[in-house]
């Protein structure tokens, strides 16, 4: 059996397991998917620098993206212009409107040159990665700072070791920075 055949079953195995674990409420499991709906309170403020859209918060600290070990779990805050000068997010607290997990190559960088196999793109054979960027962007909205765009905490992870970050990995990365309030569940009444 090829690797291929192999990543497809294990995707396909994983996917169909995922649907019984949809109503998952351990914090500390990876598939406890945040509500939309949930709050993220940002309790003190924050400056992002010019000529930048976001700052990193890793072990409760803010930082620099080059300062980050991605490899670790880690947020991005970003707001959606960019601006020649520093500006500050005040404290807040904003709603989760929408959320998305996502998977990246982490060995795709700028540069990147893609073969064409008639009119499409033949991108899965060329990516060779062994380590990849699990990702999940909350998209946030506030009334009082209408610029604040989303909130995305992720990690590089070994393909082997897929997962995405549990809530508890987020909590830790955010640290006194953030808190994420999680929305419950409002379960439907059986008659």
Not at 16 to 39: H, R, W
Not at 66 to 81: A, I, M, Q, S, T
Not at 102 to 112: A, C, F, G, H, R
Request: charge should be negative; include cysteine; proline fraction near 2%.
């Amino acid at each position: 059996m090829s690797a291929l055949h192999r990543v497809l079953i294990l995707w396909v195995c994983t996917w169909i397991s995922a649907c019984s674990l949809n109503d998952t409420k351990d914090e500390g499991s990876a598939f406890y998917a945040v509500p939309v709906g949930s709050l993220l309170v940002l309790n003190r403020d924050v400056t992002i620098d010019g000529d930048q859209v976001a700052v990193y918060v890793q072990n409760g600290e803010l930082m620099k993206e080059v300062e980050v070990d991605k490899y670790l779990p880690n947020c991005k805050f970003e707001v959606y212009k960019i601006s020649e000068q520093p500006r500050t997010v005040s404290a807040d607290t904003f709603k989760i409107i929408k959320v998305e997990d996502d998977i990246e190559s982490s060995s795709l960088q700028k540069n990147v040159h893609l073969a064409a196999l008639g009119n499409r793109f033949a991108l899965g054979v060329l990516d060779r990665s062994n380590v990849f960027n699990y990702a999940t962007l909350m998209y946030l909205s506030s009334e009082q700072q209408k610029d604040v765009y989303r909130i995305t905490c992720q990690h590089w992870e070994d393909v082997r070791d897929d997962m995405h970050l549990s809530i508890s990995q987020m909590r830790k990365a955010m640290g006194e920075v953030f808190t994420l309030e999680i929305k419950e569940k409002i379960e439907p009444q059986r008659r």
